[in-house]
């Protein structure tokens, strides 16, 4: 993974910290807007985690593919990822 670890690491803590209360939410019968705006509080995180990931697979493996004459598989691999989230 070419992407800087430590901070997809700190991405991916703090998105288990926001499920972990989450789930404590849900135990303690919280109200239920509170509980689905900490989930989208948690899915954005995952989302920010996973832009990096993709920004540096694509400024690392995409340009090493483009620059040896050979981008179709890594292009294919971004369209497979892009038809299964549906953007």
Request: net charge negative; aromatic share 2%.
């Amino acid at each position: 993974m070419q992407a800087d670890k430590t901070t997809v690491q700190r991405l991916l803590k703090t998105a288990v910290g926001q499920i972990n209360g989450v789930m404590k939410m849900v135990d303690d019968d919280r109200y239920c807007i509170d509980i689905s705006n900490q989930l989208q509080a948690a899915v954005a995180i995952l989302q920010k985690a996973n832009r990096e990931v993709l920004h540096a697979h694509m400024r690392c493996c995409v340009t090493e593919a483009v620059e040896s004459g050979n981008p179709d598989e890594k292009i294919d691999e971004l369209l497979d990822l892009f038809d299964r989230t549906g953007k």
